[in-house]
C-alpha cells in the first residue's frame, strides 16, 4: 500500500467556481469560493439572483426547491443575444432572400422579396404579416429539418452583425451566460422559451448557451414526414405556422413542452409579460426578471417606443410587482465576450 | 496529517449496480458488476440491448456516441405498460363520466355516455371518432391544467385494473424499468413518445419511470391562458385535439418536442413503425426494438388482430431490417413487480 499522504483532490464546479474538496477527510482546505457572476456588478440584481439561488437550494430550509422542480426559463431575442437592428431571425431571412434569389429573377420587381434583395425595411414591415409570411415560406419551409439547420449553421459562420462585424452567435450576453452556468451548477435545468424559430434556435443553443435542443421551446412551423425516392424517411418543413411561442403562447408552450411551472423566468420585453405573471403565480418562492437596455453605448436602449423587445407594459407590471429589472448600463460589468469596436 | 491508508471509497451508480471505486490509486478492487437486467432472461434480445449500450458509451470506440446524443425514445402504452383490455387512459375516461353522471342525468339515455355508464365498450367503439370526442371534451377538456392532473393522480391512487386488481400504475414492466435505468446510468436520455395524452401520463411517468415531464411527448389538446376571477392566470384544456403523436406523428413529434433523432427506440406495435423507421434512419448506430406481447399467462398474447397494440406491419418490417424483436414470454423472466393473482 502507499504511504502517499491521503489528501485526494477533486475539481467540483460548485456554485460556478472550481472548488477544492477533500474527500473523506476533514475538510482542511476549501478555497475560497470565486465569485459565479464575474460581469455582474455587485448591485440589487445580482444580491436578489444569489438570495434565490441559496434559498431554494438550502437543504432543509423554508423555500428549499427539489432539483427536478428547479426549472428556469428564459427568453432568447433581448434576454440571451441581441435583437436589433433587427431580430436575427429576420437578417437570416434576408440573407437567404439574397442568396436565392439569382433562381428567382421575379423577386426583383415583386414584394416583398424586393424589399428584403434592398434591405429596405420599412417597405418590409409595410408587407405586414402577409409579407412576412412569404418570406417565412421562402426561407423556412420547402426543404428538409436537416438541411434546414445545415443553412442556420453556415449562415451563422459566415454572416456578421452590421454594427460589430462578430458572428451574431457571439452577441449572446456575458452576464447571462454566467447566470445560466450559475443555475446549472445548483441544480437547475434551463431552457429556452422564446417566439423566435425553435428549428432555428437549436442550431446554435447547445454551443452558444449549453442548452440542448430538447430544452428550446420556440415558435414553429408544421413539418409533415415524407419518404424519399431511397425510400428513407425526411421531415419537410411546411409553410404554414403551428405555434407562436409569444405573449399568452408562452404560458401554453410551457405547460406544452416543459409541462410544469417554472421557478424562475427571465425576459426582456411585452411577449414576456405572461411568462413571467404564470412563473410568478406559483406556491412555491420564484423569481421573476427583466432585462432592461439602458446601454446605447455598449449595446443599445430601447423600451416603450421600440419596435424590436418593446418593453412597455411588463416595466409597469414590474414595478408594481416587484419583479428584478435589470438595468444593462448599471448591472452589467460587461455585456459580451469580445470587446466592441463597432461604430456607436 | 493524517497517516491513514489513502483507499477512498466512493459508491458510483455504474450500469445500474452500485461499484467500488477506489478515486485516484490503482483500481485495485473493482466488485464484479451485477447484472443490471435481472428480469431479462440471457435470449438475444437482452445480448443486443448489452452490445449496443456498450458500443455506443466505449470511449474512442468506433461506434461511440457522446453523450448528449445518447437519446432513448419508448412508446408507452403496451410498450412500458399494459393496454389491455383497453387502453388505461380510455378505463380513466369511462370512470370520469361515470363520475361526473350524477351532474348529467341525460347522459343515462344518450350516446356514446350511456355506452360509457355500462361499460358497453362495443357500443362506444361503435359511436366512432366524434363519439371519442365527446368523451374526450367531457373528462379532458374545460378544466385547468392543474385540476385535471389532481384527477388523475386521484384516479391512479383508487381505481385499480379489472384482472389484476392492482392501480394501473402498478402494471408497467420491470424488465422495462431495469433498460431505462440502465440507459441512464449510461448517459442516456430516456423520453416517451406515445400516443397517449401528455397531460394523462406527466402526471405518474416521473414516480412510475423516472421520465420527469418535460421528457414525456404525447398527443395533446389545446389549452388557452385565461385570467381567473382573482387576477391569477390559468390554462385551460380546450375540447379540441391539437397533435396525435402516433404513426408518422411520432417523427414529427420527435424534432418538435426532442429535436433530434434518437438513436434508441422501443414500440409495440404498428404506431411505432414510423418512430422506428425514423431512429433507424440515422447514421450513427441505432438500436430499434418492439415488445411482442407473447405471454397470455402473465401478461396477454396479442398482434396482428388486435383491436388495441395492433402488431403487423411494425412485425414484418422488424424480420426485414432486423430490429430486435422482444418475446414477452421467451425473453421475460418476469413481467411486473406485483406477482399476479389475476384470474387467467
Redesign the interface.
Known amino acids: ?8 483532490h ?1 475539481r467540483a464546479l460548485l456554485s460556478g467556481a472550481a472548488v477544492l474538496v477533500a ?3 476533514p475538510r482542511i482546505a476549501i478555497a475560497e469560493q470565486a465569485d459565479p457572476l464575474p460581469s455582474w456588478n455587485d448591485t440589487a440584481p445580482k444580491q436578489a439572483i444569489r438570495t434565490f439561488v441559496e434559498s431554494v437550494t438550502r437543504d432543509g430550509g423554508h423555500d428549499f426547491v427539489p432539483p ?1 422542480q428547479r ?1 428556469a426559463v428564459f427568453d432568447n431575442d433581448g434576454t440571451l443575444w441581441g435583437e436589433q437592428p433587427m431580430y436575427f431571425q429576420l437578417a437570416f431571412a434576408i440573407d437567404r432572400i439574397k442568396a436565392l434569389a439569382a433562381s428567382h429573377p421575379e423577386w426583383k420587381e415583386t414584394q416583398p422579396y424586393k424589399a428584403a434583395l434592398e434591405d429596405d425595411t420599412k417597405a418590409l414591415a409595410a408587407s405586414g404579416n402577409k409579407g412576412i409570411m412569404e418570406i417565412l415560406a421562402a426561407t423556412h419551409a420547402g426543404v428538409t ?1 436537416e438541411a434546414f439547420a445545415d443553412t442556420v449553421a453556415e449562415w451563422l459562420q459566415t454572416a456578421r452583425h452590421p454594427r460589430f462585424q462578430q458572428p451574431y452567435d457571439k452577441l449572446v450576453y456575458r452576464p447571462q451566460l454566467e447566470l445560466l452556468a450559475y443555475l446549472r451548477a445548483n441544480g437547475f ?1 434551463t ?1 429556452i422559451v422564446s417566439g423566435g424559430g ?2 432555428f434556435m ?1 442550431v446554435f443553443a ?1 454551443r452558444a448557451y449549453g442548452i ?5 421551446v420556440g415558435s ?1 412551423i408544421f ?3 415524407q419518404i424519399d425516392a431511397e425510400g ?2 425526411q ?1 419537410i418543413k411546411q409553410p404554414k405556422i403551428e405555434f407562436v411561442d409569444d405573449g ?1 403562447g408562452k ?2 408552450g410551457i ?6 411551472r417554472p421557478i424562475l423566468a427571465f425576459g426582456n420585453s411585452d411577449g414576456d409579460q ?1 411568462m413571467l ?2 412563473t410568478s ?1 406559483g406556491d412555491a418562492p420564484r423569481l421573476a426578471a427583466l432585462l432592461h437596455h439602458t446601454d446605447a453605448e455598449r449595446e443599445w436602449a430601447y423600451d416603450r417606443a421600440s419596435h424590436v423587445g418593446k418593453l412597455d407594459k411588463a416595466l409597469e407590471e414590474a414595478r408594481l410587482r416587484g419583479w428584478t429589472v435589470v438595468d444593462m448600463k448599471r448591472d452589467w460589468k460587461r455585456v459580451f465576450a469580445f470587446e466592441p469596436k463597432g461604430a456607436l
Open positions: 500500500m502507499s504511504s502517499r499522504i491521503p489528501i485526494i477533486r474527500v473523506g477527510l427536478a426549472i429539418t435545468k431552457f425553435v428549428e437549436r447547445e440542448p435542443p430538447e430544452q428550446v414553429s413539418t409533415t414526414l428513407k424517411p421531415l399568452p404560458p401554453v405547460n406544452r413542452f416543459i409541462g410544469r405572461q405573471e404564470w403565480a
